[in-house]
């Protein structure tokens, strides 16, 4: 029996109105010390934290929730592939394994969230009511069945309690953190003061052609900087590699195999109902709502008079990112929007229009475009995607296989040879690398670099995980660190040189224009004249990107202090020298600040309590035994 099975009893009507959240992982650093150790664990665990478990069963079902996520927000634009490529898996590895921290530290500290406290929060969630109320027990089951992938009662109320848990330990911790009244107003201040610039550059680029360079040059500079050319120690390799791409060939899944993995995951291939709508947005915050609910209702009444949606979303909407597309929010999935826009947008067909819908945001009108029904894939659409995902995944599997037994097999450099005749591979040999540099065959791999550069000469690796599969090496070569000649890091010396004089030059183009603008009634006219051209900038606040200089502190600082028709010196950027003009200097009111004092001060103390946080669980995590079995990982995604 479920916790809220027991509620029932003392419960007599309950209503709710919202497909699941998603209760959310908290992100924590994931430290350097994470150990592979495979033999420790068994077959069915991805990860041990401090002796709590993530089993493969756990990490699949997340990383299906993940997948489906992305595949609710992207549709078909964005492949499986594609995200293992960005880290998807490792990222939700991370979460999990910092979940499991937390949840220990809790633990140790005394810390625990009892069934009424579960139930009183489902209960009492604004997302999960309608009219004040909370929905029976069938649509609870049923809307939980309804996820990619279902979720039962016990699973949600299970995930509910670890949330809650390390919220608890959250608090605990950071609850003596503030944030002062001067540092909110110092910050809103920083945050929303505003110029509006007239901007000439100098891109340092543009003077590479005029960056004339001599041998000379090129002599005098290396010379006076020969320690920066310095050539670290450089090694070089035999190796035996286990070749993934070798065994992928000869790992086809069977027809049955092709099959099961598609029912298994039949989730990763569906795409769930999408609405098409455009919303008028009258915000309420900071405002008295009935006036807001007026002239909404007017807004409303030129809609149903047959006015022009797009019109009057640019004219009205304070959303004023779609404001500016006419409304347009694009197709999206339930679970995307508030629960009061939701129910709103999903209940209308193509072409209609709602009444007002209040939300916390403020009062909506929505137009309904289009829909699209829930849809899946076919095996056949999709069997090429689920052979390569399989041969991918036996071909790993085999890789780790025959990696570890030939870590018994090779324990002198003279093995590799007879392993590899024995198993049908063969021993390259690696050019000389630096640890910074990739190895030949092997490609960009730190872990084999620092793994050659810890080897003395007569050793043998074990097996050493690679783009390309496993790798068994022992070093053969090695040159000390030392001094190049001029010919070594000719290109290089080149390049550097060319960057200085490009430099200098835009600095003297610069400084020669910069009097003539100081002094000039009309800066745009006086840019033409130097043969340069002066482009002006909406009002914008710091750390915005500026015309073909980007985002640059150096002229932040410079144009923020200047007064209104003050012209700075030339500023030098990463890329570019620049003059700035300042027309126009506003800095936010008193009412603004009060109207925004509150949302800033609960993001400066969660951004200072999350730091700390994250500071505390590093330190935490340094005294718990964390095992990642990367063996297992691969065997689940492939």
Request: proline share 4%; with cysteine; charged share 30%.
């Amino acid at each position: 029996m479920t916790m809220l099975d027991r509620m029932r009893r003392h419960k007599g009507w309950l209503k709710w109105s919202l497909l699941l959240v998603c209760i959310a992982f908290i992100i924590f650093y994931i430290p350097d010390f994470l150990q592979s150790n495979p033999d420790a664990m068994p077959d069915d665990m991805v990860a041990r934290v401090g002796g709590r478990k993530i089993t493969v069963q756990e990490f699949r079902r997340a990383y299906l929730a993940s997948l489906q996520q992305y595949r609710s927000i992207y549709g078909g634009n964005v492949s499986e592939q594609m995200l293992k490529q960005l880290g998807l898996d490792q990222q939700i590895l991370q979460q999990m394994v910092d979940e499991q921290a937390a949840l220990a530290e809790a633990a140790r500290r005394g810390l625990d969230v009892t069934d009424a406290e579960v139930a009183h929060h489902i209960l009492t969630m604004p997302a999960f009511q309608e009219n004040g109320r909370f929905v029976g027990h069938a649509r609870y089951v049923g809307m939980l069945r309804m996820q990619r992938p279902p979720m039962s009662p016990e699973e949600f109320e299970e995930s509910l309690r670890r949330s809650l848990l390390i919220d608890k330990l959250r608090t605990a911790l950071t609850d003596w953190v503030t944030v002062t009244d001067k540092e909110v107003e110092e910050e809103f201040r920083r945050r929303n003061e505003k110029v509006k610039l007239q901007l000439v550059s100098f891109p340092i680029d543009s003077f590479r052609a005029e960056a004339s360079v001599t041998d000379a040059d090129l002599a005098s500079w290396f010379e006076s900087r020969k320690e920066q050319y310095r050539i670290g120690e450089r090694r070089k390799v035999r190796y035996l590699l286990v070749d993934l791409e070798a065994l992928r060939a000869k790992s086809q899944p069977t027809p049955r195999e092709i099959e099961s993995a598609y029912n298994e995951s039949i989730e990763l291939y569906t795409t769930p109902e999408q609405v098409r709508a455009s919303h008028i947005l009258l915000k309420t915050e900071g405002k008295d709502e009935a006036e807001v609910r007026a002239a909404a209702e007017k807004v409303l009444q030129e809609v149903k008079a047959g006015g022009d949606f797009a019109e009057l979303a640019k004219k009205h909407s304070e959303d004023e990112q779609s404001a500016k597309q006419g409304g347009d929010l694009d197709y999206f999935s339930r679970g995307r929007m508030v629960p009061e826009f939701e129910q709103a947008a999903f209940s209308l067909e193509p072409g209609q229009v709602s009444d007002l819908v209040k939300t916390q945001f403020g009062f909506h009108i929505i137009k309904v475009v289009d829909k699209k029904p829930a849809t899946t894939r076919t095996l056949e659409e999709v069997r090429p995607q689920i052979v390569d995902q399989l041969s991918y995944e036996k071909a790993s599997a085999r890789a780790a296989d025959l990696a570890e037994a030939l870590e018994k097999e090779v324990q002198a450099p003279a093995d590799l040879d007879r392993a590899a005749k024995t198993h049908g591979l063969t021993v390259q040999e690696s050019d000389f690398f630096t640890r910074d540099e990739p190895i030949t065959g092997l490609g960009p791999s730190p872990q084999a670099a620092a793994e050659a550069f810890a080897l003395n000469q007569g050793q043998v690796s074990g097996a050493v995980r690679v783009s390309r599969g496993y790798a068994f090496f022992t070093v053969t070569d090695k040159q000390a660190p030392r001094l190049p000649g001029l010919d070594e890091v000719k290109e290089k010396v080149r390049e550097d040189v060319v960057k200085e004089k490009a430099k200098e030059l835009a600095r003297q183009k610069a400084a020669s224009v910069a009097a003539s603008l100081k002094r000039a009634a009309d800066f745009e006219k006086a840019a033409k004249a130097a043969g340069t051209e002066a482009k002006t900038t909406e009002l914008v606040p710091r750390e915005s990107p500026l015309p073909d200089i980007g985002v640059s502190a150096e002229v932040d600082k410079v144009a923020f202090s200047l007064p209104v028709g003050g012209v700075s010196d030339p500023i030098e950027t990463d890329t570019a020298l620049a003059i700035v003009r300042v027309v126009e200097h506003v800095q936010p009111t008193s009412e603004d600040l009060e109207t925004g004092r509150d949302s800033l001060r609960t993001e400066m103390l969660n951004e200072r309590r999350g730091r700390f946080f994250s500071a505390y669980m590093t330190k935490a995590k340094q005294g718990m035994k964390i095992e990642v079995n990367r063996e297992n990982l691969q065997r689940v995604l492939g």
